[in-house]
């Protein structure tokens, strides 16, 4: 048995958000220490699943083989009774060469009979795919800030970003056996893969000035991207970093 699906089709991970850092530094250009040019250095990540059961069309493909020689076909072991009463049945696991049959194989090399068949939605897929990620950002831009009350500043800020990803796709597969018995599978496979990408960003947040050198500052930050691609066999998994969201708060620092 195997399985084929789609190749246009195409499932959503699930993924949350994610806890990161960032330092950055501002260098004033006037007296006032209103307007700035700011540089920042990030780090964060973020993993994402995918994990369920998918359609697909079934493959079957079927080999028939006759014993050699005329041989009979040898009785299959007595059923193995566990202690609830129920049977198993195993199969035969003989020796290739039989004493009642000349030495060669016990079964014809090649089938005698073979047979495919393709059914439509005939199979159940369970699926999984892993993508786990690490984001380092550097910008730079410039920045103003402006007092709204004594003690509390407004800042904002844009300018050009620098992403550098490294993802790494795990994918696994296997096919739910409609005859019963063992479940055929797709061993675990990994790749890892990195990209830069160019963008720009807009920032804002509110600071609290507790003194003239330290404050406590809380905001908003969006960046855009593009969009990140990564192969895993002919699996393919794509992100999107056209509109990146992050909350930022932190406490700054003077010197």
């Known amino acids: 048995y195997a399985s084929q699906n789609d190749p246009l089709e195409s499932f959503s991970g699930r993924s949350s958000g994610s806890l990161g ?3 950055n530094y501002t260098k004033f250009l006037n007296s006032k220490r209103n307007l700035g040019l700011q540089v920042g250095f990030a780090f964060t990540g973020f993993d994402s699943r995918f994990r369920d059961s998918i359609d ?20 299959l072991p007595d059923p193995l009774v566990d202690a609830d009463g129920n049977e198993t049945q195993e199969g035969y696991q003989g020796e ?11 079964l014809e090399w090649a089938a005698s009979e073979q047979s495919d068949e393709l059914l439509l939605d005939g199979a159940v897929v369970e699926s999984q795919a892993d993508l786990r990620s690490s984001l380092y950002n550097f910008r ?16 904002l800020g844009a300018g050009v970003s620098a992403l550098y990803y490294a993802g790494q796709l795990s994918a696994y597969e ?4 409609p005859a019963g018995g063992a479940n055929p599978s797709r061993g675990l496979t990994t790749t890892q893969s990195e990209e830069w990408q160019v963008g ?19 905001g908003m930050q969006l960046q855009s991207g593009s969009t990140y691609t990564q192969e895993n066999e002919e699996r393919r998994a ?18």
Not at 56 to 75: I, N, S
């Open 21 to 23: 850092w960032e330092l």
């Open 174 to 177: 296997m096919l739910q056996n």
């Open 200 to 218: 720009g960003y807009l920032d804002a947040s509110a600071s609290y000035q507790f003194t003239d050198r330290v404050n406590l500052f809380s």
């Open 140 to 155: 730079a831009g410039p920045t103003y800030t402006t007092n709204l009350f004594n003690k509390v500043a407004l800042q």
């Open 238 to 255: 794509n992100v999107d970093f056209s509109s990146q969201v992050y909350v930022h708060a932190g406490i700054g620092i003077r010197f």
């Open 96 to 106: 290739v060469v039989r004493e009642d049959v000349a030495i060669g194989d016990l």
């Open 56 to 75: 697909a069309d079934l493959y079957v493909q079927e080999f028939r083989h006759r014993m050699a020689d005329g041989a009979v076909v040898p009785d």
